[in-house]
Structure formats: C-alpha cells, structure tokens
Nanobody, 129 residues
C-alpha cells in the first residue's frame, strides 16, 4: 500500500522560494512516476511537474517552467519540488501523486490527475504580494 506525505509548504513573499518534500512508503518506489499537482479554491487540480521512474525525464506545466524543478532520490523514497520566483498565482494546495500502475509510462501522458492512483494529503503554499 502506498502512502504519501507532503511537507514544506508555508507562507512566502513574492519572489521567494520554497522546497516541498514528499515522502513515500511502499514497495517499488523506484518504478513509480511521481508528480506534483496544485489546486486553488474553486479551481481544478492543475499539473505542475512529473518525474519518470528512473528520474531521467522531467515534465512541467507551462505556468512553472523555468521556475520550478522536480527531483527524486529513490534510495530515500523521496521526491522534491523546488519552487523559485514564486508569484501570488502560485498560491494553492500542493499535492504529491504517485503512479504505481505505470499508466504514465505506457501512455506517455503525465499531466492528467487520472493517471495517478495515490495522493498525499496536500500542503498549503501561500505567496503574498
């Protein structure tokens, strides 16, 4: 059974940085695509970033390209999201997600929430202007 726990959220001023962590429990973490999504009040859950099971491929949503970076350590069962140059529109609850069924691997589609079967509880990120 997969269990994901996010941490690192908080309040930051515009232009600042935060680093989110996602600790995963469960077997075969190395083989899972890991993703980050966010959801603002009244809006859909948006794709932020994903990293392939080997970690050699990364994918980003258009709104965060060049500002955010996803990385993973398979030995530590952890994935991170480094967020730089934060803006107020980045304010949302950020969710870590795991694709333990390898849907993303076979479909090549990393940006849809439906491809991920395991989710963390979310961590709030608030960017003040």
């Amino acid at each position: 059974q997969v269990h994901l726990v996010e941490s690192g959220g908080g309040l930051v001023q515009a232009g600042g940085s935060l680093r989110l962590s996602c600790a995963a429990s469960g077997r075969n973490f190395t083989y899972w695509t890991m993703g980050w999504f966010r959801q603002a009040p009244g809006k859909e859950r948006d794709f932020i970033a994903a990293i392939s099971w080997i970690g050699g491929s990364t994918y980003y949503g258009d709104s965060v390209k060049g500002r955010f970076a996803i990385s993973r350590d398979n030995a530590e069962n952890t994935v991170w999201l480094q967020m730089n140059s934060l803006i107020p529109k980045d304010t949302a609850v950020y969710y870590c997600a795991a694709d333990s069924r390898r849907v993303t691997y076979w479909s090549g589609i990393y940006y849809t929430p439906a491809a991920y079967d395991c989710w963390g509880q979310g961590t709030q990120v608030t960017v003040s202007s």
